[in-house]
């Protein structure tokens, strides 16, 4: 029994020596759950917060300034056009940068003076439909206090002026997703989860386990050399993310009825960059690891804030400002609205180009970042 223990003892020991090796798996194993409990904790906001609007002012009237006052001063919203064009206004919808458009009618003042007043219309991105509702209330309080801003008294207002003083002063549109089907907003930025999660985790455990393997430095006893390989390796890696986004947009259409507005070809022209980008921070975590579970476990760093800080179930707007600071470092919070533009909203390349220019720099930081973290390695 004693020599049972002393080789229970002696196994614990090395496994102890194991984990010493290579810290990156306790790193993992700690940072995880951490980040998890960060997030939940302090990032998810179920109350509408900073909701970025753009005002389509017809009007130009005291009243209309009023209103546009209340709005850039609430917590719920975010000014992002105060006086935009309609097409303006649309264009910041297409590309996300907004996710609601509040119209006020030319003539409105004159239609509450004259007791018939016009209804604003506030179109809502379908994408963040249950967010973007969460404003019409608070939209509703804004335009109340308006009315009561020039109308101290509640019997300067007109017998039929009075119900709108309600809901019914708003007429809302929820575009691209009218039934506000849960999966029709989900599906479409979930895709760059999937690929992150494919591509960063294949490129890093592919080297590791040729490098656990020996193979690795079999390869580099021939002509090639360690750039070769790893540019084959992109190659292959970045078809099969091709071959999987085709499985994963055939399984969209034919099983979950979720139809594509817009062109394929653009939807592949942007997944080229997302796909090089997850492969370059692959190889960024397949340069400090020791093992495939360590590569896998610390691939998880990124691929939870892929899935929780980039707008997929939560809009970026309203998390705190260190939590829209990482979702900037994230290609997946730029892909997300690349793919729900094209696929919910039928944007092409022009509408892609202000989007795509961030990724383009983020790969660009993630390169130079694997360059120095190979250039630390060799010393």
Not at 108 to 136: C, M, N, R
Not at 144 to 171: C, F, G
Request: hydrophobic share 50%.
């Amino acid at each position: 029994m004693i020599r049972l223990f002393r080789r229970i003892f002696a196994l614990c020991t090395k496994e102890f020596r194991v984990y010493r090796r290579d810290p990156n798996i306790l790193r993992g194993l700690m940072l995880v759950p951490l980040a998890q409990l960060t997030i939940f904790g302090f990032v998810i906001q179920t109350q509408p917060l900073n909701t970025p609007i753009s005002v389509v002012n017809l009007d130009h009237s005291p009243y209309s300034r009023t209103l546009i006052s209340q709005i850039s001063q609430s917590k719920a919203f975010s000014l992002y056009q105060a006086n935009a064009s309609q097409e303006e206004a649309y264009q910041s919808l297409v590309r996300g940068d907004v996710t609601a458009v509040l119209t006020i009618p030319a003539k409105w003042s004159l239609s509450i003076a004259h007791g018939h007043p016009k209804p604003l219309s506030y179109e809502i991105d379908g994408s963040f439909a249950i967010a973007a509702q969460q404003t019409v209330v608070t939209l509703n309080q804004h335009l109340d206090n308006t009315l009561k801003h020039h109308h101290p008294k509640p019997s300067a207002l007109t017998i039929e002026a009075k119900p709108y003083l309600s809901n019914r002063m708003i007429n809302n549109y929820t575009l691209y997703n009218p039934e506000q089907l849960t999966r029709i907003s989900i599906i479409p930025p979930m895709i760059g989860v999937v690929l992150t999660m494919g591509m960063v985790q294949i490129m890093a455990m592919s080297l590791v386990s040729e490098r656990e393997r020996g193979t690795l430095d079999i390869q580099l006893q021939t002509p090639t050399n360690l750039t070769e390989i790893v540019v084959s390796k992109m190659v292959v890696n970045m078809l099969i993310g091709l071959l999987q986004l085709c499985f994963i947009l055939f399984f969209m259409v034919f099983v979950l009825s979720i139809p594509i507005h817009g062109s394929l070809i653009s939807l592949f022209a942007v997944t080229l960059p997302f796909l090089l980008t997850n492969l370059i921070i692959g190889l960024l975590f397949a340069i400090g690891a020791k093992s495939q579970f360590s590569a896998v476990l610390s691939s998880m760093v990124i691929v939870l804030p892929s899935f929780m800080l980039t707008g997929v179930i939560f809009p970026i707007y309203s998390m705190p400002s260190w939590a829209q600071w990482i979702s900037a470092i994230l290609p997946n919070t730029y892909y997300a609205k690349m793919s729900k533009a094209v696929i919910l909203k039928g944007a092409g390349l022009p509408e892609l180009l202000p989007i795509l220019a961030p990724l383009a720099l983020l790969m660009l930081f993630y390169t130079a970042l694997c360059a120095l973290q190979v250039k630390l390695y060799k010393e």
